[in-house]
């Protein structure tokens, strides 16, 4: 993919996925690593590389979240299309639930759930301050270390282009099974995922709401 739509196509999919709901299914951090792999090739710039991918995932972030204030929660009863189901929805939302402004860190390395995080964060009015302060810090995290991972391998490991694949089956693996135990975990605890109905929406907007203070996120914060 890379190979296909270079450099600055790394960095449009790197946006996308960081915070527009269509960009849920891009393969981000198979993308990164094979970026670092490539750089340590030399066939991609590194420093440019890890430069726009850093401010890519940061800008889609704060698209997300700028979106997530707007709309509100209405987003709860957006019906289902080819693009947008609302059960990654309530997968990200019982992910920042649990985890609170964290998870605006720790979604980063779980496909689909990073996508809807930021929304979520401005559905819940998370201070924008403090939303910025976690988003740079998971940006970096996510943007700047995986593909400084993939680096530091190509570098290490003579020829590891012919391993490509199965290095990349692993990295989705491994970024799957969380966001995959969240939902077993939630399914089997019996948590009844908010319905498309006003009622529900709201619901869950004050839970996430209840939620943001545990991790010393004060909702009464000055945004500016």
């Known amino acids: ?24 299914f891009l393969p981000g951090d198979s993308l990164l690593f094979t970026a670092g792999v490539l750089a340590s090739q030399g066939n991609l710039n590194l420093p440019i590389v890890l430069a726009g991918c850093f401010v890519a995932a940061v ?37 920042f639930a649990r985890h609170g402004g964290r998870a605006v860190v720790l979604a980063r390395f779980m496909p689909i759930v990073r996508t809807f995080t930021p929304v979520l964060a401005g559905v819940s009015s998370m201070p924008y301050g403090t939303f910025v302060r976690y988003n740079v810090v998971g940006g970096f995290a996510w943007s700047v270390g995986v593909t400084t991972a993939g680096f530091v ?52 907007l004050d839970s996430l709401r209840d939620q943001v203070p545990e991790v010393g996120v004060d909702l009464t914060e000055d945004s500016n």
Request: charged share 15%; no cysteine.
């Open 59 to 95: 800008v889609g972030d704060q698209v997300g979240y700028a979106f997530g204030s707007r709309i509100g929660p209405a987003l709860f009863q957006r019906p289902d299309s080819r693009f947008f189901h609302r059960d990654h929805l309530h997968r990200a939302e019982a992910f």
């Open 1 to 24: 993919m890379i190979a296909t739509f270079g450099t600055v196509g790394l960095f449009v999919i790197v946006f996308a996925e960081s915070g527009l709901l269509v960009g849920f």
């Open 153 to 204: 391998l190509g570098e290490a490991v003579p020829g590891v282009d012919r391993y490509l694949l199965p290095i990349i089956a692993v990295i989705v693996l491994v970024s799957v099974l969380p966001g995959a135990y969240e939902l077993l975990r939630h399914r089997r605890g019996g948590v009844n995922m908010p319905g498309p109905n006003s009622v529900s929406a709201q619901a869950s």
